[in-house]
């Protein structure tokens, strides 16, 4: 596909280079594109990096097609959002994001090679945010190299929980350092030698023995909402990993990504996307008689 830029107001004068490097574009996209078949191209001709732009140019970079190795498989995936550059899907529970030693097929990344297929289309899934096989929501995958490597940096997440006890409504936030526990591949624990790690939180409501909470992270630590909720007592319903007594009527934690907002770029302008939670977290809602506080 062609990733175009057009020069406008206050940025003529610079070099070509420094030009699209202010637009984002990766030292290792600019050197694969300029040994490419087409070069960069100005106007539809072809010039160097040391090229003095002008108000108006049309600077067109190919990004060359890749192929991913992921076995096609049919599936019935929820497109939130989808434009040239990104694709925005709903991930059901229990579904895993990407193919690992113990899931090598009927993941989010074979279903979503199988809608490529389907199309007649090949293609590469490359996943910007990944979440755990049993939680639910909104998974970012990136549709080139370029927004493969600018849209982590920008993007914004926002989670939905029910945690175990009554914690104090309002806003709070867990700074405490996530690592991998001793012996085990999965399991994470808050260590002063693991990665700093924040969370921020607000208890939206009360009620039975749970709250409501919505989250957002700062970092993107592995497990990093249920490590911090389980260090403040307070694991996630139905997260048997992180709590000794997560009874509920929810077969899974109980953790929902259900905002996120992708970032202004090229013609694509800043937007919030939303999903509601799934049957079984809304079934929990009601179960524990949680309101939103207004």
Known sequence: MWLKFWVE??????????????KEVSAALLK????????????GVSQHTNYIVKKGDEISLWLTEEFGELKPQ??????????????????????????????????????????????GQQG????????????????LVAKNS????LLPKYVEKVYLAVAMGEMPLGDGQVDLPIARCDGSVIKREVSPLGQPSTTQYTVLAVGNGYSLLRLRLVTGRTHQIRVHMAALGHPLAGDWLYGENTAAPIQRQALHCFGMKIPSFLNQKEEWFFTPPPEDMQYLYHQIALVDRK
């Open 146 to 149: 370029y927004s493969a490597a």
């Open 124 to 139: 590469v899934f490359r996943p910007v945010n990944r979440l755990d096989k049993d939680t639910s929501g909104l998974v």
């Open 74 to 119: 049919p599936m019935a995936l929820q497109i939130v959002k989808e434009t040239e550059h990104f694709v925005l899907l709903d991930k059901p529970a229990g579904l895993v994001v990407h193919p690992t030693l113990n899931h090598w097929e009927n993941t989010l990344g074979n279903g979503w090679m199988g809608v490529l297929a389907s199309r």
């Open 32 to 43: 694969q594109v300029k040994y490419g078949q087409w070069g960069i191209l100005v106007n």
């Open 9 to 22: 107001d206050g940025q003529e004068g610079t070099k070509l280079g420094p030009f699209l490097r202010s």
